[in-house]
T-cell receptor, first 111, second 113 residues
Framework: RKEVEQDPGPFNVPEGATVAFNCTYS??????FFWYRQDCRKEPKLLMS???SGNEDGRFTAQLNRASQYISLLIRDSKLSDSATYLC????????????FGSGTQLTVLP | GAGVSQSPSNKVTEKGKDVELRCDPI?????LYWYRQSLGQGLEFLIY????????KSGLPSDRFSAERTGGSVSTLTIQRTQQEDSAVYLC???????????FGQGTRLTVV
């Protein structure tokens, strides 16, 4: 089983739609969680950290459920510019690799 | 600069040649990662440096790959006797140890012909 699993998509949604991505992680010792976005042929960029109480940044809301080992990202009022691959990332201190990336969920926002 | 800097941005090399890729992390970041990404694929972990600890080399695909980090700052990834399957984008990232969030450079696009 992969340490971080995501639905690869693709998700094709119209502008203005709300879309949600899910991610599960296998190791309960994981400590920190992040969402990154990666545009085509670009490097991954930090979108937001995910806190236990849930957090919001504009149109983006991240949730963490430690009991279920589940992370989510909600995008409201989708824009064309939101089209990208969204990567779920888990930080586990003391692990050999520290940061583990999911394989990503592809989003295309259609006009 | 404020961000992670990688050089060169593009490298075309002949099969069998050695290449060196450079990464200059964000100042003060103690952790440094190398990943590679083939077209349309996910990130493949290569190697991780944390402070003065021995690096985690578990992701290096073969003994043709090596990396070092001098003075806890700049890192070089060396690929010896390059093969066509080494063609990929090589990404470097750095992070503060405690926070964990990593910041990426723009990558080096390596093409082996």
């Amino acid at each position: 089983r992969k340490e971080v699993e995501q639905d690869p998509g693709p998700f094709n949604v119209p502008e203005g739609a709300t879309v949600a991505f899910n991610c599960t992680y296998s190791n309960s010792a994981s400590q920190s969680f992040f969402w990154y976005r990666q545009d085509c042929r670009k490097e991954p960029k930090l979108l937001m950290s995910v806190y236990s109480s849930g957090n919001e940044d504009g149109r983006f809301t991240a949730q963490l459920n430690r009991a279920s080992q589940y992370i989510s990202l909600l995008i409201r009022d989708s824009k064309l510019s939101d089209s990208a691959t969204y990567l779920c990332v888990v930080f586990r201190p003391g692990s050999a690799r520290q940061l583990t990336f999911g394989s990503g969920t592809q989003l295309t926002v259609l006009p | 600069g404020a961000g992670v800097s990688q050089s060169p941005s593009n490298k075309v090399t002949e099969k069998g040649k050695d290449v060196e890729l450079r990464c200059d992390p964000i100042s003060g970041h103690t952790a440094l990662y190398w990943y590679r990404q083939s077209l349309g694929q996910g990130l493949e972990f290569l190697i991780y440096f944390q402070g003065n600890s021995a690096p985690d080399k578990s992701g290096l695909p073969s003994d043709r790959f090596s990396a070092e980090r001098t003075g806890g700052s700049v890192s070089t990834l060396t690929i010896q006797r390059t093969q066509q399957e080494d063609s990929a984008v090589y990404l470097c990232a750095s992070s503060l140890d405690v926070v964990g969030a990593a910041f990426f450079g723009q990558g080096t696009r390596l093409t082996v012909v």
